[in-house]
């Protein structure tokens, strides 16, 4: 029988694979950045989802708890078919998926900036805030997409430097 040796080496110096300061530093600022995005897009989507069960509670004369789970349906179901487009696993899957995300997203969007702009109008008097009403209603979930993609984008970009 042979016996094996094991010498063990011990670098003399520090691995390269440890973070400059400077890297850490940026990622910690880019983390930073996407949980105040997040943040921000959070308070738009709670906004949106009120002024979204209002205006379908106003349409369809349903009750309060139907309202509020048709909003949630919409808002949420866009951010989760969105973040599922962003965190597929490779582009033979996130293709696949394309196909029902896509429209879906389109839809609901249109449908959440639809409502949010009809619930925030209903309570106008005149053509021009109407008309401002209208645009609020519109660009809430406009942003709320945006700072979600954004957002999005730089926490996964954080942590597959990690």
Not at 39 to 45: C, D, S, W, Y
Not at 87 to 99: C, D, F, N, Q, Y
């Amino acid at each position: 029988m042979a016996t094996q040796t094991v010498v063990q080496f011990k670098p003399t110096q520090k691995t390269a694979s440890r973070r400059s300061t400077r890297a850490t530093k940026a990622l910690r600022r880019q983390s930073g950045a996407a949980v105040m995005i997040g943040g921000v897009g959070a308070t738009l989507v709670a906004l949106s989802l009120y002024h979204l069960a209002h205006g379908i509670e106003i349409v369809t004369a349903a009750p309060t708890w139907e309202s509020w789970a048709m909003a949630i349906g919409i808002d949420l179901g866009f951010i989760g078919l969105e973040l599922s487009q962003l965190a597929a696993s490779g582009e033979k899957l996130r293709k696949h998926i394309a196909r029902w995300t896509r429209p879906a997203i389109l839809g609901t969007v249109i449908g959440s900036a639809g409502m949010n702009a009809f619930a925030f109008a209903a309570q106008t008097t005149t053509a021009w805030m109407t008309s401002a009403a209208i645009t609020l209603g519109v660009a809430i979930p406009a942003l709320v997409y945006a700072l979600m993609r954004v957002g999005a984008a730089l926490y996964i970009d954080c942590h597959s430097k990690a």
